[in-house]
């Protein structure tokens, strides 16, 4: 993988990216690279090389598409603000699996203070960007700068050194789906991502260190007919495209 810089204004910043990254930077030849995180000046974008390439993955909050109209039209209602315990109202979240940050920002946007976690450098750059482009929106500033914080860092740390009142009310996890299973995501975007990250090993670990230090819950995604998690949620809402499992934790009891 490494960074590239098509146009010649952005290659500073591309210099200063791939230096962060520990990755090469290309300016015109990418011959022998798989995957190149582009500098664009719309903000960076995740691509794909050689025949059949997908088109290109960019994280987007503002303007227009899919996630814009997410965000606008989500509702404490929905399946996943359920799963959350947005009904009682507005826990502290640690999204353990934040990926390409979309349910984070769906519960930022809805009260939830949130803690956004991904142990993927290159994930963690697209994030960055996409929530400082995100902020010149008026609608999403205000959320971006007051509810939710970006960590680059493995989950289990994270959790490993959260304890006390300091830990979040909820955690929520969504981790790689196997490749044998369907994917709530994108066949693109599914394609791109399990290029770069490759699938969580080790998510089945996940659920046990959240449940430790979740002061209400933990809140598990999956596809409809995939396996929980962890056995036995004791409660599961269903959407459209997704299954949305809930694990009380001990301290959590009724409070959420």
Do not use: W
């Not at 399946?79 to 826990?91: E, H, V």
């Not at 789906?177 to 996940?206: F, I, N, Q, T, W």
């Not at 659920?207 to 962890?230: F, N, Y």
Request: proline fraction near 7%.
């Amino acid at each position: 993988m490494s960074v590239a810089a098509p146009d010649e204004q952005l290659r500073s910043q591309a210099t200063t990216l791939a230096e962060e990254l520990n990755l090469p930077l290309v300016v015109e030849d990418a011959a022998g690279f798989d995957l190149l995180l582009v500098v664009t000046e719309h903000g960076l974008e995740l691509r794909e090389t050689g025949c059949g390439a997908a088109g290109p993955l960019k994280v987007q909050f503002g303007g227009a598409g899919a996630t814009a109209h997410r965000l606008a039209t989500t509702s404490p209602r929905e399946p996943l603000a359920s799963a959350i315990g947005l009904a009682k109202g507005r826990p502290t979240v640690l999204d353990a699996t934040a990926g390409l940050g979309r349910d984070a920002m769906v519960l930022a946007v809805l009260g939830c203070k949130v803690t956004a976690v991904d142990r993927c450098a290159v994930l963690g750059v697209m994030l960055r960007d996409a929530l400082q482009r995100a902020a010149t929106n008026p609608e999403l500033k205000q959320v971006i700068r007051d509810r939710i914080r970006l960590v680059v860092r493995d989950a289990r740390e994270v959790l490993a050194g959260t304890s006390g009142e300091e830990a979040p009310e909820v955690v929520y996890l969504d981790p790689m789906y196997s490749p044998r299973k369907k994917s709530a995501l994108p066949k693109k975007e599914m394609r791109l991502l399990r290029r770069l990250v490759g699938d969580d090993p080790d998510a089945g670990a996940l659920p046990e260190s959240a449940r430790r230090v979740a002061r209400a819950r933990v809140g598990g995604t999956r596809t409809p007919r995939a396996p929980p998690l962890a056995p036995t949620p004791t409660m599961s809402y269903k959407g459209k495209i997704a299954r949305y499992d809930v694990y009380l934790t001990p301290r959590g009891g009724t409070r959420l």
